[in-house]
């Protein structure tokens, strides 16, 4: 079972949550040298951010996700910008939903 540092933001609170509900074993602030994710879930590969209220640069961010797609423990990575628990929750199963499609 994760443990939810105290940290984190309500947000990235929320994201543990679900993923803690729907049964994923994942790791918090994971090192993909020289970068750090907020999460990432091994069995599928998948890394998510956790954009928050602002969100994130979105010049920077889509240089860090290229470099990061060129890693092979990595197939998809996943923003959440949602702030409530039904928005993260909407947003994580679209995403899962993504994911499968694409392995199809």
Known sequence: MNL???DYTDQE????????ELGF????????????VDFYV??????????????HLKKRDTKRDLK???NNE????????????????ETLW???NKLEKSKV
């Not at 074993?25 to 750090?36: G, H, I, K, S, V």
């Open 4 to 6: 939810t540092p105290k």
């Open 13 to 20: 609170k929320l994201i543990a949550q679900e993923l803690g």
């Open 94 to 96: 679209q995403g899962l």
């Open 42 to 55: 091994p069995e599928l590969k998948l890394v998510i951010e956790a954009d928050g209220k602002y969100g």
């Open 68 to 70: 990061l797609s060129y």
């Open 25 to 36: 074993r994942y790791a918090e602030q994971y090192l993909f040298f020289p970068y750090t």
């Open 74 to 89: 990595i197939e998809y990575i996943l923003h959440i910008s949602a702030l409530t628990k039904s928005g993260v929750k």
